[in-house]
């Protein structure tokens, strides 16, 4: 029985292992540019790691990358399907329905994507505060995509508070560091974030205020 069980642990680390290797090679090359060992790599990875909602949404990054929008909005439903909570995700695909010039689509995936960040039963926000900022970007791209005034306004005026709490966290992770500039960039990439999140999240709120 350990054997067996050390024969198990050494082939997940196996495939977690070479799956992790193909997917940095794929991105390196989506970077690079040749598409062809991209996709090649993409696919090796898709047979060692079939169910992974990650992998979709690389490989929907890099078929928009690659210009083809009907390949990405496919690749990221699939990625939202098998992580119907995951919201990057599903930010993702609302965006590529947007580029697709699917607009119906793309405001009932907004929509969505606001109806799930605001769940209490999900308690997203204990695991991840940057669902505020995810959850304003639905909000504006809702606002500007419906027809429907009363619902841009909410939309908008729902929007404000997020991103005020969003950069409230961020002063605070700064503040933690203190006056130098390096410990506040080490401490703001202790949380997957840099620089330009703060000014992203700035220009958000601007667009959300300008439209009050």
Do not use: H, K
Not at 147 to 175: F, Q, S, W
Not at 178 to 205: H, I, K, S, V
């Amino acid at each position: 029985m350990a054997r067996a069980a050390g024969d198990y642990d050494r082939a997940v680390a196996w495939w977690s292992g070479n799956a992790a290797a193909l997917e940095q090679r794929a991105a390196a090359a989506v970077a690079r540019g040749p598409e062809r060992a991209a996709r090649a790599d993409y696919a090796r990875v898709e047979a060692l790691r079939p169910f992974s909602a990650r992998l979709r949404y690389r490989r929907a990054a890099a078929e928009e990358r690659w210009g083809r929008l009907d390949e990405a909005v496919a690749e990221s439903a699939r990625g939202v399907a098998l992580s119907p909570l995951n919201l990057q995700s599903r930010g993702q695909l609302a965006a590529l329905l947007e580029a697709a010039d699917r607009p119906v689509e793309a405001l009932t995936a907004y929509r969505e994507l606001d109806r799930l960040a605001t769940s209490p039963a999900l308690q997203i926000r204990a695991l991840d505060f940057q669902v505020d900022t995810i959850q304003a970007q639905a909000l504006l791209r809702l606002a500007a995509l419906t027809g429907d005034a009363a619902e841009a306004a909410d939309a908008r005026a729902r929007a404000v508070p997020l991103l005020e709490a969003y950069l409230a966290t961020i002063d605070e992770i700064e503040a933690s560091a203190g006056d130098d500039r390096e410990l506040r960039a080490e401490a703001l990439a202790a949380r997957g974030l840099t620089p330009e999140d703060r000014a992203r999240a700035e220009r958000l709120l601007a667009e959300a205020q300008a439209s009050d």
